[in-house]
């Protein structure tokens, strides 16, 4: 079923600085929610128009109605996508949407409904995968002494014990460490800061990353040239990127001969960790910046351990022929 038709209202070269789509880009405060949010609205824009090079940009958002918006969300569910997927797609819809109205170029009543879209609902198992500390220590056994090396080590070791994501490491910088402390201020989503604490051991790490990095302010992390060099940026050392954290791990994973894992695979462990050793789940909750309890809960691994061993004390009975 195709979508109900959207009214030929011109709405041609829309100025960029009223057009929603890149209003509701440039309030977003990280490089990485502006990419993904860029994504969804330009994957919406392909599904809107039936073109698939069209881009979220000069769209007539403005003219979306409730028939358009609650047709558009049953064909993201029809896709296949998770809830989760879907959802995040629906933030972006409901946002533009948003920005449209502030534009003036739609009314409040005609926003109000074109926005009112339940989210979807659906209960799926935990994923991701565990890192147990084993893949860890050979993850960190296969960095070798070069400076790139170093860098990574260090890298692992942050993400390990700390459970930050992939963009709040890209986002700290040399200003953001604590020696003393054993901390770091994390950025996280929405610009809200926290602080997160090192294990000793990683702080020893950081610290022989910080003896080959050298002591000038910008990013904690940079990118290496094959030279061994540090890539820098008006300046000062440049942030990794998200993916160039992806690259470090799976380049580093590999040569210790285990299977691939994610940052946020890190970040789930952390949390499931925190967790196993009792820690409580307000506290859990600060220092993984997460905006509700339930977020972190979703990550205890608690209740598929007890229900496992709760199986466990079932025992099946001998083979035995009837008489």
Known sequence: MSLPAVPEVAAPNVEPARDPYHVYLDSLTSAESRRTMRGCLDRLARLLT??????????PWHLLRYEHTVRIRTMLIERGWSAAYVNKHLVALRRVLKEAWRLGQTGAEDYARAADLAP??????PVGQHVPPEVVGAALSACDDSAAGIRDAALIAVLYSTGCRRAEICGLTLADYDPGARSLRVRGKRDKERLVYLTPDALGLVERWL?????????????????GRLRSRDGRPAPLTGQGIADILTRRLTSAGASPRTAHDFRRTFIGELLDAGVDLATAQALVGHSSPATTARYDRRPERTRRDAVDRLRLPPPRPLA
């Open 50 to 59: 039936g073109d698939e090079s069209a881009t979220g940009a000069g769209q």
């Open 211 to 227: 003896a080959v990095r050298g002591g000038a302010a910008g990013a904690l992390f940079s990118p290496i040239s094959k030279a």
């Open 120 to 125: 979807v609902r659906q209960t799926r198992l």
